[in-house]
Antibody, heavy 123, light 106 residues
Framework: EVQLVQSGAEVKKPGESLKISCQAS????????IAWVRQMPGKGLEWMGI????????IYSPSFEGQVTISADKSINTAYLQWSSLKATDSAMYYC????????????????WGQGTLVTVSS | AIQMTQSPSSLSASVGDRVTITCRAS??????LGWYQQKPGKAPKLLIY???SLQSGVPSRFSGSRSGTDFTLTISSLQPEDFAIYYC?????????FGQGTKVEI
């Protein structure tokens, strides 16, 4: 059974660093992209970026490039989203999702999602 | 970036109603579009991929279609458990972009 299990809620102060995780199980981790999605309180979904564990290919949304770092540790089937200096505006729910495609050149889609990690940044 | 214009932003419907939600892409995206359902406090769930393919385990009352750059999610007979927010997502080009969401209310 495919599962993505995210780390627990975090409460941080502005300026602090943070790394949240998404541990995958039930499939070959290297073979699928992991995506990160932000949802600010009461708002819609925003795509932040993706990471391909097989070759560490990383693509960021322009809205998030330079603001976060996406990475993974293949040895423990875990993807990460990290901030070096949090702002209050980073307070949100963050989801990881597995991205797969229908066939070799077919459309991609996000078929499994983590349960979300709530990040609260407040002084 | 490709803009996904989703409409309506919200709708009121009754159990048994037929519901239609639309996403219009700002350019051609082939069939590279999925529909997701999100209930309060929960992660999104995939309903439809490749514009019209039903994800395994999703009830057949959900369907998707495409006409050019217009994509439609249809719920043929709304059930109580379908009250949620629905999003489209284009995965044709970076940055990937979601529609603004449609809240389906009683």
């Amino acid at each position: 059974e495919v599962q993505l299990v995210q780390s627990g809620a975090e409460v941080k102060k502005p300026g602090e660093s943070l790394k949240i995780s998404c541990q995958a199980s039930g499939y070959i981790f290297s073979n699928y992209y992991i995506a990160w999605v932000r949802q600010m309180p009461g708002k819609g979904l925003e795509w932040m970026g993706i990471f391909y564990p097989a070759d560490s290919d990383t693509i960021y949304s322009p809205s998030f490039e330079g603001q976060v770092t996406i990475s993974a540790d293949k040895s423990i089937n875990t993807a990460y989203l990290q901030w070096s200096s949090l702002k209050a505006t980073d307070s949100a729910m963050y989801y990881c999702a597995r991205r797969r495609r229908v066939a070799a050149a077919g459309p991609f889609y996000f078929d499994y999602w983590g349960q979300g990690t709530l990040v609260t940044v407040s002084s | 970036a490709i803009q996904m214009t989703q409409s309506p932003s919200s709708l009121s419907a009754s159990v048994g109603d037929r519901v239609t939600i639309t996403c219009r892409a700002s350019q051609v995206i082939r069939n590279d579009l999925g529909w997701y359902q999100q209930k309060p406090g929960k992660a999104p769930k995939l309903l439809i991929y490749a514009a019209s393919s039903l994800q395994s385990g999703v009830p057949s009352r959900f369907s998707g279609s495409r006409s050019g750059t217009d994509f439609t999610l249809t719920i043929s007979s709304l059930q109580p458990e379908d009250f949620a927010i629905y999003y489209c997502l284009q995965d044709y080009d970076y940055p990937l972009t979601f529609g603004q969401g449609t809240k389906v209310e009683i």
